[in-house]
């Protein structure tokens, strides 16, 4: 790739910097590869091609006799709508399990099988027991988290028919009818993802609308799952509050030992985090100045958000890292690591390290992290990392000069405590009384990944720098917090640089009353992909306050860079909570205009939530303001009419 390629292809410096030379020691990155991959098959990029029977592939032309169909007969929007379910069983799994997996781990603290963890924070562990009807009073705490644990994996294999736990007592009223009517509730995780791919193997469901259904109810156990580990997360390591950190390549250190945490499983990465501090000594033995623990991906943002972890990169640069030569191990876990970070490692000293029995790469050191010795496990993992220092190539050694300040650790509740520092008696009419004052316009939430299909993180950066000039309040998980957090974006650079009037203000006052030491940042870090489910609990916590549904918000969402099965499943959750979801790429789709209608505009009637396919980055910030403007504007109509006649307020959604 010529400079002017790269340059069309990624916004990040640093990134920029090591295609450059990745280009010039000709090693071959995500960048290259997605390249020789065009022009990619139509049919695959249109949704149009089925592979679930092995009569198949069955590739569809619906202008072409007898290729209209496929060779079971089955439609192309039927065809469509099975491929698009699929991921969101796809990405609805990965959550769930991983929460399933802290669900587990909870109970083997409650059982004392975990000797290694705990129960960090006891106030939550109370609040969420309350919420999910576990008896409190009088309890010992193990005992109450045991009961915590075992709700919590009920909800993956319940054979009643109630709507599950996690989901049911963490939203409105009005989506519970919603859901209830539509009977997208589901009862149990696993069955949802079971039940789809039954629905859609070969000869079961050829309905389009009856499929998406069955999608959406799957979604919402990716909701559910992902809600369970965010709470049982915070409970075993705290939840998460303001915190002071750095990001972008720069935050490599060539004194000391760097050890990188990439994949999403929080119970690894951080008692990597612990057994690192009790290390130091060792690292110093070994003739380094420290230990540096950076983090890539969404368990890099479980540990920015509790422990101020620097963050190195997100999805897209992943295999960068590596090239700085300075990486001494690469410690993975499950989701998102990329298996050309192996070629990479070969390339240079760094070690990966597989942990997970159901994620190896080939060529990969293995060690089983297992709850019951897993402070020995992460302590053998970072001997490991020490011994490897004393292998790196001086000559090798290119950190491109980039970081940007970080202040993250905006769970929920830390939300709620900067909010009541104003209004203690109701902290989140500080938000939406800015957003009835006008000062702001509304909320956006951004989430989700990388793309090769886009310009490595600009369509996130410019949606974030042409919303914070329309005063809209904006907040991030996963790789696009990635993206801001490289960016500067997280931190008052970005308040100065691009916020509106009103967004400053608005951002300032919260800054005044903080009693933080830092600034605070353009758009707030709520944490990983699963802590998605901390953004529903403000836009559930608004619209309550405000006495109104989830779809009369002034609220969107915006994915730019929307990838992995997971981004596609959390998208649709967001749907069918309410939010008007912005999608950067396009999805397999476009090959039956009724499944693109029903997620672009049927959705919105069924469920004052949809999708928006935009790929040009300005065009879309232009559709999302759009949509909260007009959403708020209606809002303040609904407002006036309501109290002139001293009314209740119509609960009618956005038209
Ligand atoms: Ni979400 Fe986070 Fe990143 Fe995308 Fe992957 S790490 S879980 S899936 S790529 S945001
Ligand atoms: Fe073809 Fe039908 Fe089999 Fe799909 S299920 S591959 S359309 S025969």
């Known amino acids: 790739m010529s400079t ?72 192309v929007y039927t065809i469509v709508a099975r491929n698009l379910v699929r991921y969101i069983a796809g990405g609805a799994s990965a959550h769930s399990d991983h929460g399933r997996e802290i669900a587990y781990t909870l109970l083997a603290v409650a ?10 924070d006891k106030d939550k562990l109370m609040r969420v027991a309350k919420r999910v009807g576990v008896e409190t009073e009088g309890r010992e705490v193990l005992e109450i988290a045991k009961d915590v644990a075992i709700k919590a994996l009920e909800d993956f294999g319940k054979y009643d028919h109630d709507p599950c736990t996690w989901l049911y007592t963490t939203i409105d009223e009005e989506r519970k009818a919603k859901f209830k009517q539509t009977t997208i509730a589901p009862t149990a995780i696993d069955r949802s993802i079971a039940q789809l791919l039954h629905q859609t193997h070969i000869g079961v469901d050829a309905d389009p609308v009856n499929i998406i259904f069955g999608g959406l109810r799957a979604a919402l156990s990716d909701y559910t799952g992902m809600s369970l580990a965010t709470d049982i997360t915070d409970i075993l390591f705290g939840t998460p509050v303001p915190v002071l950190t750095e990001a972008n390549l720069g935050v490599l250190d060539p004194e000391k030992i760097n050890i990188a945490v990439h ?17 130091e000594a060792e690292a110093k033995a070994a003739g380094a100045k420290g230990i540096n623990l950076v983090g890539i991906c969404c368990t890099g943002n479980e540990v920015l958000m509790r422990e101020g972890v620097p963050t190195a990169t997100n999805f897209g640069s992943q295999e960068l890292a590596i090239m700085t030569g300075v990486l001494d191990t690469m410690i993975m876990d499950v989701q998102c690591i990329a298996p050309g970070v192996k070629d990479i490692c070969d390339c240079f000293h760094t070690l990966l390290v597989s942990t997970s029995n159901i994620a190896k790469i080939p060529g990969s050191y293995h060690v089983e992290f297992k709850e019951a010795t897993a402070m020995e496990d992460a302590k053998k993992i970072i001997k490991l990392a020490i011994e490897q220092y004393a292998k790196r190539k001086p000559e090798l050694v290119k950190i491109p000069p980039y970081k940007k300040q970080v202040v993250g650790g905006f769970s929920f509740e830390a939300m709620m405590d900067l909010f009541g520092k104003i209004n203690p008696d109701s902290p989140i009419s500080v938000l939406t009384d800015a957003i009835m004052a006008g000062e702001i316009k509304g909320v956006c939430a951004f989430a989700g990944c990388n793309n090769q299909k886009t310009v490595h993180d600009d369509p996130g950066l410019t949606i974030a720098r042409e919303l914070a000039k329309r005063d809209i309040f904006m907040v991030s998980t996963g790789c696009m ?56 609990n403000l836009w559930t916590a608004m619209a309550q306050n405000l006495g109104i549904t989830v779809p009369q918000l002034p609220f969107a969402a915006s994915a730019p860079e929307a990838m992995s099965e997971k981004a596609i499943s959390i998208g649709s959750w967001v749907i069918s909570m309410g939010i008007p979801t912005h999608v950067g790429v396009l999805p397999p789709l476009e090959g039956s205009e009724l499944v693109y209608g029903v997620a672009t505009q ?29 959403r708020a504007w209606k809002l303040k109509i609904l407002k006036e009419t309501a109290e002139k006649y001293n009314s209740s307020l119509a609960l009618v959604y956005e038209a």
């Open 111 to 120: 059982e004392g099988h975990a000797p290694d963890y705990k129960i960090t």
């Open 602 to 630: 049927i959705a919105k009637d069924v469920f004052g939530g949809y999708f928006m396919f935009e790929t040009d980055p300005m065009k879309a910030a232009e559709i999302i303001a759009e949509k909260i403007e007009k």
């Open 481 to 536: 917090a990635g993206a801001f957090a490289k960016a500067g974006y997280l931190s008052s650079e970005g308040v100065e640089a691009y916020a509106g009037p009103g967004l400053k203000k608005f951002i300032k006052r919260l800054e005044e009353n903080s009693g933080l030491k830092a600034s605070l940042p353009l758009v707030f870090h709520m944490g990983s992909c699963v802590d998605n489910s901390r953004i529903a």
């Open 4 to 75: 002017q390629e790269i340059n069309r292809r990624t916004v990040d410096p640093a990134a920029a910097e090591m295609l450059e030379y990745a280009e010039s020691a000709k090693m071959s990155t995500a960048w290259d590869r997605y390249k020789a991959q065009q022009p990619q098959c139509k049919f695959g990029l249109t949704g149009v091609c089925c592979r679930i029977c092995i009569q198949g592939p069955c590739r569809i032309i619906p202008t072409k006799a007898g290729m209209d169909k496929g060779i079971c007969g089955a439609d």
């Open 263 to 279: 994949g999403h499983n929080p119970l690894l990465s951080q008692m990597v985090v612990y057994a690192a501090r009790e290390l």
